[in-house]
């Protein structure tokens, strides 16, 4: 299994960019998609997960909902997350991660940290003024 992030790079403040995570070895009908990021001098925090059972998408954080969109394509075993309205605190390596989705109904962003299986190696976002 390999998940393999792209899409990073240097971007300027309030433009928007699209990270993808493209997918071998699993389906997203058996595993959900998260996207974390890492800060210099920080923890890795999640951003978002989008369970495709139900279609659903869960924040970890608040403050970013508003900018963020998260979405997968199947066809292309890719995931995507759309960053938008940037700031030079979204300076980041950003990473996304496969949690093993169960057949339980009740999901959430708890359901799938604690359901992690794979990470990508991280693409690298550096937001300028």
């Known amino acids: 299994v390999q998940l393999v992030e792209s899409g990073g790079g240097l971007v300027q403040a309030g433009g928007s960019l699209t990270l993808s995570c493209t997918v071998s070895?699993?389906?997203?009908?058996?595993?959900?998609i998260g996207w974390f990021r890492q800060a210099p001098g920080k923890e890795r925090e999640a951003i978002l997960c989008?369970?495709?059972?139900?279609?659903?998408?869960?924040y970890a954080d608040s403050m970013m909902k508003e900018r963020v969109t998260i979405s997968t394509d199947s066809a292309k075993n890719t995931a995507y997350l759309q960053i938008h309205s940037l700031k030079l605190e979204d300076t980041a390596v950003y990473y996304c991660?496969?949690?093993?989705?169960?057949?339980?109904?009740?999901?959430?962003?708890?359901?799938?940290?604690?359901?992690?299986?794979?990470w990508g190696q991280g693409t690298p976002v550096t937001v300028s003024s």
């Open positions: 991660a496969g949690s093993f989705r169960d057949s339980a109904y009740y999901y959430s962003m708890e359901s799938f940290l604690k359901a992690i299986v794979y």
């Open positions: 070895g699993l389906s997203f009908a058996d595993y959900n």
């Open positions: 989008r369970d495709n059972k139900y279609g659903r998408t869960y």
